[in-house]
Every structure is written in structure tokens, then in C-alpha cells.
């Protein structure tokens, strides 16, 4: 008798799941006014290359990929991106958002 009352929990568990685990970048992603727009490779830590120079990730820095999760720098080896990120008081590179087509089409808003 219990197991007409299983399935919808059943239901409802995997619509949960489904939601939950949606691409963050569905949702719109915001970013700061200080926003800049390159392309990033070569990536060996504590430094990334960005439109051709070698630039170093302040202490704490993180990169987010399309799906708004945090990559290790590892990870990205050998490949090239296109990133909005921003600096730090000294220049160093402290945010990365790793870009999907769509993200990289669309222009940084001018900035005042």
C-alpha cells in the first residue's frame, strides 16, 4: 500500500535534481563596472597570459568557468578562453570569468 505514496516523493526528488543542477550560466551572470575583456591562455600558476602578456593572479584569485563554478588553474592548461576579469589595488588579476559564446558576444557595457 506504501507504494503509491514512493513515486511522487520519487517525482519530486528528481525534478529537484534537474533544477538544481541546471547550467548556472542560464541565469544571467553580473559583473562588476570594472570589467575588462580578454583572451586568456597559457595558464601556469600564479600567472595567466591575457591578450599576450604574462600577468600574475593576486593571493585569493579565482576563475569561474561557464558554469560559474571555480576551476583549478591546472585544469585549463592548453587552452584558450575568452574572459571578462578584473584587478586587484596592484594590477594583479584577482577575478576570471571564463566566457560561453553567447557571454562573449554580447559587449562590456562602456565604462565611465
Known sequence: MRSHRVLPRILSCIALGLALSAPAHALDRL?????????MSNVDFPTVKINGAERRLSAGAWIKNEN???????TLRGRQFVVNYTED?????????????AEASVPLPKQQ
Not at 68 to 74: G, H, L
Not at 89 to 101: A, D, F, K
Open 31 to 39: 559583473f562588476p563596472p570594472q570589467t575588462k575583456r580578454g583572451d
Open 68 to 74: 560559474n563554478m571555480i576551476d583549478m588553474p591546472v
Open 89 to 101: 589595488n596592484e594590477g594583479n588579476v584577482n577575478r576570471v570569468w571564463i566566457l560561453s559564446p
